[in-house]
Structure formats: C-alpha cells, structure tokens
C-alpha cells in the first residue's frame, strides 16, 4: 500500500499542514524543512498528487457565521484558498438543521466542498456529500476526509489545573444538541474528573453564544461547583457575566475555564483561562487537503491537530 501523507510527516518529524506545502506550496518552506519531507517521501515511496488545474469553487457550510471562531476557520479558508486564486462560497446554517441540510445540497454545485462541525446525522451527511470532493472540520465522520481539533489533551489539562488548584467539583457547561465537539469536549472532562477523584456535574444543553452562558449561570451556581469549565469562550464569557450579576466574581468565587482562544478570551477582565485550539491551522489545513482531493488523490481519513491549555486570570484556588 502507498504511503500517505500523514506517514511522510510524521517520518520527516513535520505537521501534516507542512508536509501538504511541500508539495503544494514549497516556496513557503525553509529550504532544509522542504528538503526533509521530500527525503521521507522518497523513502516512503510517497506519489505527491498533481495540483488541479484553474481556479476552483469551494463552498464552506459553517453553523453560525456570527461565532468568532467560525470567522477564523474562514479567514484561514480564505488566506489559503487565495494562493490559487479559488473562489470562496459561505453558507451560513444558523445553528438550523434544515437549512444545513439545505445548504449542502446547494453547496453541490460547487467543486469542492469544506463542512464546518456539521450538526446532521453522520449518515445523512455522508448521503448528501456523496462523491464531491469535501473535507469535514471539527467533527469525525468514519468515510469522510477530517480535519480534528483535539478534544482530548487541552481540556485534560485543564481539569488538571483546576486539581492542582484544589477544586473538588467541577460543573461542565455544555454547547448546543448535536454537537460532535461538545460531546466529545465533556467526555473528555469526565474522563480526567473521574482520575482526578473530582464531582462533575454536567449543565443542560445551551446554544454556544454569551446568552447560551448566560442561561447556564444560575444553575451553575446551584451545583455547588467551585470551577465551571465551558464548551467554549462565548459559553465562559455569559456564564462569567451571569454570575456575576447573580453576586457570584470570577475567579474568588468561582474559577471558569473556556475552549477555543478567541482573541477576546485575551482582551477581558479577568483574561479568561482557555484551552487553545488550532482553529486557523484546521481551516487551512482543510483547503489542502480539499484541493489534493480535487486532483484525484484521496486524502487521509483524519488529520489531528494539537490543542493545549492557556492559562490566565480566571482561575484561582476554590474560596476556602
């Protein structure tokens, strides 16, 4: 069997996104870095895809456009989609299953096509996509070309610096239904709680916004949770400034811990302790991988990206 691109990163020691711009866009390269993966890939046997020809149609299907870390994977799509000169068509589903459902059958126009954290049943995306060349951000779908955020390492590391800090119960604000990350995000929390000896309570479903926070802050309070990690820095953000007016201050009272690292994580007062996910590298990594796809090659089922804890001033030691 070829080899595959994942094998030739990891044989030349480089990220899968390195290994693609060397054969994509090698200018982009350090002469020894594009030397070190063409070496693996000649040893490997590695038969680089030819890059398609003329400028193509991608359209990207996101579930909300007005949620900043879908405006990165874009912005990413964007920058590394514009190094051909391909055309960029959004659909914006509105965190609405008919209307993704809709917007991907329209996508079907296009050449390519790149889902971002599809909300629709694995099956029925893999029925809508059929054969047209796609690759699927932030959700695996066992058939379908992935790119993942890691869901594992960076929020294993935050429960286990809220243990380290002394928590004892932590509350897990979850994101809205159907969600394949935010699943995979609380598993992973309950995971590390359960080694760490820490109570997990899990909140109700809310939409992945500060008003989706905000609904989730009385009930965080009423757990008795001393921490509050959330499904992601919008979610950390309401659910601070709910509390807040509830007479709960962050962190002396309660340590919250978000996912993502949009910029504004970095901006507020306290700056939010956050787990970092490699949202533009995904978005471009995506585009890569789809146009290798367009050429006729078939790309790995699934690309992992790192993700890792940040922290900052929204966590403390429990109030004693």
């Keep these: 069997m070829a080899a595959n691109l994942t094998e ?14 060397a054969f994509g866009e090698p200018d982009r390269l350090a002469p020894a870095t594009l ?3 063409r070496v693996a890939a000649a040893e490997l046997g590695y038969a680089a895809p030819q890059a398609p020809m003329g400028t193509r149609t991608i359209a990207v299907v996101v579930p909300d456009a007005a949620n900043p870390v879908y405006a990165t994977l874009l912005k990413a799509i964007q920058g590394q989609a514009w190094h051909g000169r391909h055309r960029i068509v959004l659909y914006d589903a509105d965190e609405d299953l008919r209307r993704e459902r809709e917007s991907i059958e329209l996508a079907m126009k296009a050449d ?12 029925e995306v893999l029925s809508l996509i059929g054969e047209t060349p796609h ?27 809220l243990a380290a800090l002394g928590h004892a119960h932590i509350a897990y604000a979850s994101g809205p239904h159907g969600s394949w990350a935010d699943d995979q995000r609380a598993n992973t929390v309950a995971r590390a709680c359960e080694r760490f000896g ?40 309401g659910l601070e400034a709910g509390m807040g007016e509830l007479g709960r201050v962050c962190p002396d009272d309660v340590s919250i811990v978000g996912i993502d690292d949009i910029d504004l994580a970095g901006a507020v007062t306290p700056s939010l302790t956050t787990v970092r996910m490699p949202i533009g590298r995904s978005g471009a990594l995506a585009v890569d991988l789809l146009l290798q796809s367009m050429s006729g090659t ?23």
Excluded: F, K, W
């Excluded at 390519?112 to 694995?122: A, D, F, I, N, Y």
């Excluded at 008003?211 to 959330?230: D, E, F, K, Y």
């Design 8 to 21: 030739v990163a990891r044989h030349a020691g480089v990220s899968i996104a390195t290994a693609s711009r």
């Design 35 to 37: 030397e070190r993966v």
């Design 112 to 123: 390519g096509l790149v889902l971002c954290s599809p909300r629709l049943p694995e099956e």
């Design 298 to 320: 078939t790309p790995d089922a699934a690309a992992v990206l790192p993700s890792e804890l940040i922290v900052r001033g929204s966590t403390a030691p429990p109030p004693a």
């Design 135 to 161: 690759v699927v951000i932030n959700r695996l779908i066992p058939g379908a070309s992935c790119v993942i955020m890691d869901a594992d390492r960076g929020p294993s590391q935050a429960v286990e610096h």
């Design 198 to 237: 820490i109570r997990l309570t899990r909140l109700s479903n809310h939409a992945a916004s500060i008003q989706g926070g905000r609904a989730n802050a009385a009930a965080a309070i009423a757990s008795g949770a001393t921490a509050v990690i959330a499904y992601n820095d919008l979610v950390a953000l």
